[in-house]
């Protein structure tokens, strides 16, 4: 049933991304239409262009409508050849009352005031990538790029000897002269830091060259959490069978006590629902009888594996209730197995409060108290009037651990970070930090500020240290002056490194063993200097994070900067290796993603919510578009979330 997707989109060779096809809308849900299909192709295409037979001007895709037949297009189908049983596309584009119809011409009909057209005549413009890639496509696109890094090095030298590509001669006429050879850089290993786990002892570390290096086992977790009550809900009909719910929940609680968590056997709430309109439903109904689901420890929840009860349910639980929920989909209900359930248990044992491992971060030797912040940027869709979400953490214990987190909207306009969003962040950080520390203030503070690229670092210095962060600290307090180190991580960086002897190869990718760093300076930053760093092993050819060190009132010394980045870079607790970019970064990344996730679920809930009685959400909401008042109501947790990592 998941056909649709792979027919519009292909894998490209040399970039191994996955690109849109061009094929007509109705071939596509030709080959299977059902309401899921539907939705998840609408996810795919949000907003990619699209051509419509007969019509001068290109539209973007903005969702599909009703019925063909039960809309006056349906009039013509005959005269046009159409399939009056497929639905109708709905575009971004204004409808102009044409024919005595609100959506205009061939686009009239029951679009909400936007054009819409049949299936039939609209296709796809080649080369777009999709907008969502569901799991199984994300399986093929990994398994098509999962070459070892030899093949891949291969690969990338027979396209720059490529002459069609790089003409030598024509360069030579505009004197310009190319090496085809790869540059020979040298890189150190880092050594793996001290991992504690199994109630306080260290963590043997997988090392053989079938297993990729940078992932470890434990037996149990160093500081297991207690969730002796609990519930858990199931929302709509993708589970096979309740039988399945039940022996997947037997696994889930086995797996659980195994890892040291205290839970009981049995949930003390068990409910299937239709939707996440009907969570909200039971939510009130609980309180109404004097209890509330609030109090439970955790609720376990079951969503479809497409459409928007995910986004639903987290905003009814953590904007407007207060309910910690662990989600799972149905498919992995369906299909279970440990090394799943091993990853529910590490970001659940962490939002009840539990310490999963505890890593030795080699943090700069200073006799005076450190904060870490992560921070990254979550954009709207383009021409979107939805605001731009900027996520931060920061740690508030020894050794940078116990991170809070805030999330801060500004104007999606806005490629920079404000100094307003900077001042509300940190006034909120270092409140949390003095409140945890006696009322010492944090003198170190370290950045990593993720989302970057390397052509931006400049904007960044500027406009985010000096005007952004350094104004921001003055306006809180004048007197209050911490040496920062601002650090920017660039994910997408397009360097790789290869192994230039056989003897270095790791893995079964046969790449640079986890942990190489090869550091350089400059990059355009005065004063600065960089490392790529490859913090984990892959299946297929790994590429390092860039990481440029822009700005350092703390002089730390490069070494002992990459060695505390790549320790990082396993403390996120969401799975038992190393992650490509450092915790605060990906962290960060995480809480924005969810604030993104409460928008979208908020405005759902606005707009399709039970007409019966408005939405507890909806009553707080006015439906007014002011930056700076009333977009803080779809994005603010309860404030027990902001103490913690709920959103892992």
């Not at 519930?231 to 086995?254: A, H, P, S, Y």
């Not at 962040?425 to 950045?447: D, T, W």
């Not at 993720?450 to 007197?479: P, V």
């Amino acid at each position: 049933m998941r056909k649709f997707l792979r027919n519009p989109a292909v894998i490209h060779p040399l970039s191994y991304g996955m690109f849109m096809q061009s094929k007509t809308i109705s071939d596509i849900l030709n080959d299977a239409f059902d309401q899921h299909t539907s939705c998840h192709l609408a996810d795919s295409i949000k907003h990619l262009t699209i051509q419509v037979r007969g019509e001068d001007k290109l539209y973007k895709f903005d969702g599909f409508g009703p019925m063909c037949r039960e809309t006056r297009l349906g009039d013509e189908f005959e005269d046009f050849n159409l399939n009056p049983n497929l639905p109708v596309v709905v575009t971004t584009a204004k409808a102009d009352g044409g024919r005595g119809g609100r959506g205009g011409g061939r686009g009239r009909g029951r679009g909400g005031g936007k054009k819409m057209f049949p299936a039939d005549m609209c296709r796809l413009i080649a080369g777009q990538r999709p907008k969502f890639i569901s799991a199984d496509d994300k399986v093929q696109l990994i398994r098509a790029s999962a070459e070892a890094a030899p093949i891949r090095q291969a690969k990338i030298q027979e396209i720059v000897e490529n002459e069609e590509l790089f003409d030598s001669d024509m360069l030579s006429a505009f004197g310009i002269q190319v090496d085809k050879k790869a540059m020979d850089a040298q890189g150190l290993v880092l050594p793996m830091p001290n991992i504690i786990a199994n109630g306080g002892d260290a963590v043997e570390l997988k090392k053989s060259k079938e297993d990729c290096n940078g992932t470890w086992d434990i037996n149990t977790f160093n500081r297991a959490a207690s969730a002796k009550i609990w519930g858990r809900i199931v929302l709509g009909n993708d589970v096979r069978d309740r039988r399945t719910w039940e022996d997947f929940c037997k696994m889930f609680v086995t797996v659980g006590k195994r890892l040291g968590v205290d839970i009981s056997e049995v949930p003390v709430m068990d409910i299937k629902i239709k939707n996440g309109f009907e969570y909200d439903a039971i939510v009130s109904e609980y309180e109404s009888r004097g209890q509330s689901v609030g109090s439970l420890p955790f609720v376990l929840v079951c969503v479809p594996d497409y459409g928007n009860d995910y986004e639903i349910v987290k905003t009814i639980s953590e904007l407007n209730n207060g309910i910690l929920t662990q989600m799972v989909k149905a498919r992995n209900v369906n299909r279970p197995d440990e090394a799943m359930l091993k990853n529910l248990w590490y970001k659940l044992n962490t939002k009840l409060g539990g310490e999963n491992w505890r890593i030795d971060v080699p943090l700069p030797d200073f006799p005076v108290p450190i904060m870490i912040v992560g921070v990254s940027i979550s954009y709207p869709e383009p021409k979107s009037t939805d605001p731009s979400l900027v996520g931060f953490v920061g740690s508030t214990a020894q050794g940078g651990t116990q991170y809070v987190n805030t999330v801060v909207h500004q104007d999606p306009r806005l490629a920079i970070i404000h100094y307003k969003t900077f001042k509300a962040a940190l006034r909120f950080l270092i409140g949390q930090f003095i409140n945890e520390n006696n009322g010492a203030k944090p003198e170190k503070i370290i950045f990593y500020r993720g989302g970057a690229s390397e052509d931006a670092t400049q904007a960044i210095l500027k406009n985010e240290l000096a005007d952004g962060i350094r104004k921001a600290l003055m306006e809180i307090d004048d007197t209050y002056k911490p040496g920062i180190t601002f650090i920017c991580s660039i994910r997408g960086s397009k360097q790789k490194y290869f192994c230039k002897d056989e003897k270095d190869m790791n893995g079964i990718g046969q790449n640079i063993p986890a942990g190489t760093v090869v550091a350089g300076y400059g990059n355009g930053v005065p004063e600065s200097y960089s490392f790529h760093l490859a913090s984990q092993a892959a299946c297929g050819t790994v590429n390092p994070t860039f990481y440029q060190v822009i700005h350092d009132d703390n002089e730390i010394e490069i070494q002992n900067c990459s060695e505390m980045t790549y320790a990082l870079s396993l403390a996120t607790m969401r799975s038992n290796r190393a992650t490509s970019e450092c915790a605060p970064v990906r962290l960060a990344s995480l809480v924005a993603e969810r604030a993104r996730a409460h928008w979208n679920g908020s405005k759902t809930i606005e707009n399709e919510g039970p007409s019966q009685r408005p939405c507890p959400l909806c009553e707080n909401m006015p439906k007014m578009r002011n930056y700076f008042i009333n977009h803080e109501r779809r994005i603010k947790v309860r404030g027990k979330f902001q103490e913690s990592t709920f959103f892992i």
